[in-house]
């Protein structure tokens, strides 16, 4: 069985991350970019702020998958961020270990409430969070907080719960 670790991003591994995007679409999609491909060194420089903590999930000691915590201490709360699968390992339930991965970092850390935001036409990363235990919040909330923000993202919130049938 293989071994899955969840551990603090190296900015090494930087320029394979931005290399996974496989076009310029998934890159607006992962992280609201619009450069293709993306610069290593703007995955690198994203450690840089203190509300932010990357990691990388680790098969067997090899970098398959992305995703950053953002700790909002204000309002007590935490979303998931620019989670990334490589392409070589899709479809094979490691975004939904990621995601529970990092669900149970924010856990340990404190925090309750995680929320994440999701393209709207991004339909695999929609079906792995669904199946994650995150359900989309209130309509209103959602509009509220997409006022700001370039796309109407799908906001959703982990219910804490089983997964959804």
């Known amino acids: ?9 190296d900015v090494t591994h930087a320029a ?3 290399g996974w995007p496989v ?16 610069a290593a060194q703007v995955v690198a420089q994203w450690q840089d702020a203190d ?10 000691g090899e970098l398959v998958a992305y995703g950053e915590l953002w700790f909002d201490a204000e309002e007590d709360e935490v979303e998931l ?13 490691i975004g939904r270990e990621l995601v529970a991965r990092l669900t149970a970092a924010a856990g340990e ?16 990363a929609l079906r792995c969070y669904r199946h ?3 359900l989309p919040v209130d309509p209103h909330l959602a509009a509220a907080w997409n006022a700001a923000q370039p796309v109407d993202y799908v906001w959703l919130r982990h219910t804490g719960g089983a ?3």
């Open 81 to 93: 961020a620019r989670l990334i699968v490589s392409p070589a390992v899709r479809a094979r339930g």
């Open 132 to 134: 994650a235990s995150f």
């Open 1 to 9: 069985m293989a071994r899955t670790d969840l551990v603090p991003f």
């Open 163 to 165: 997964e959804p049938a």
């Open 51 to 60: 509300d932010v903590r990357a990691h990388a999930l680790l098969r067997d």
């Open 109 to 124: 850390a404190g925090y309750e409430d995680v929320f994440m935001r999701v393209h709207p036409h991004n339909e695999p």
């Open 23 to 38: 076009s310029s679409g998934e890159v607006a999609m992962w992280c609201g970019r619009h450069d293709f491909p993306l």
């Open 16 to 18: 394979a991350v931005a």
